[in-house]
């Protein structure tokens, strides 16, 4: 596989303080990758420097495109969606309303409507739930409408952060199976940032182990499974 996404000395900031200390990696075209770490790792913000939303130094390059020196709403042009932490669904707007505004970038009314009923296959309770005001979703829900959202744009790259945070055990596994599905049959590759190590490495085939902003291992989901601190640390077994 080729690399989709490729950062190199990566560095991100809040004010003057630096949580990012030089990240190096890469993602690979169609696969899904996971980046682990305890609380405070940097992990939700190597994604929000990705796509814009923080200070940050370096080379980050979409297939030789690079995105440094890009502003959040270019970077999602070029075909990289969020989907944030809390999700960020607008409450008081219809679940079809929030599908909708998530293909703002886009002019093709026709081919919106069709990928609108695509989000519905992939998630056919949001379907039942299309007139529904948002807010009054459960959180599985909210968080399936925050990812149908995301494919609105027909994102090649899927950024989700901790997409099964307050979510029961057989919700978060629903959830999974799909994304999986998505990663397979759309060819949308993803980046997840995941409390849950196990999870995320079932569904990813690469990680990274973030701690304090600073890469320390790397490799392919497997071989981190085989990790003897990793599994002390992280998977706790
Ligand atoms: P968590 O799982 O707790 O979200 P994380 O690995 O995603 O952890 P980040 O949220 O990226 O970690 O935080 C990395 C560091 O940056 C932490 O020390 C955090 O306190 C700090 N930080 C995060 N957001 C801000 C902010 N808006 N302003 C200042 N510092 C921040």
Known sequence: MSHLLE???L????GNINVLHGLDFNLEDGGVTTILGANGAGKTTTLRAISGMV???GDIRLMDKQLVTLG???ITRQGIAHVPEGRGTFVRMSTEDNLKLGAYSRRDKAEITQDIEKVFSYFPILKQRRT????TLSGGEAQMLAVGRALMLRPRLLLLDEPS???APLIVQE???ILKRINVEEGVSMLLVEQNASLALELADHAYLLETGNIVISGTSDSILENESVRRSYLGY
Request: no cysteine; charged share 20%.
């Open 165 to 167: 945070f307050g979510l």
């Open 72 to 74: 959040t709403a270019d």
């Open 7 to 9: 950062v190199k000395g």
């Open 132 to 135: 529904q005001q948002a807010g």
């Open 11 to 14: 560095e991100a900031s809040y």
């Open 55 to 57: 200070s940050r130094k």
């Open 175 to 177: 959830l999974f199976a």
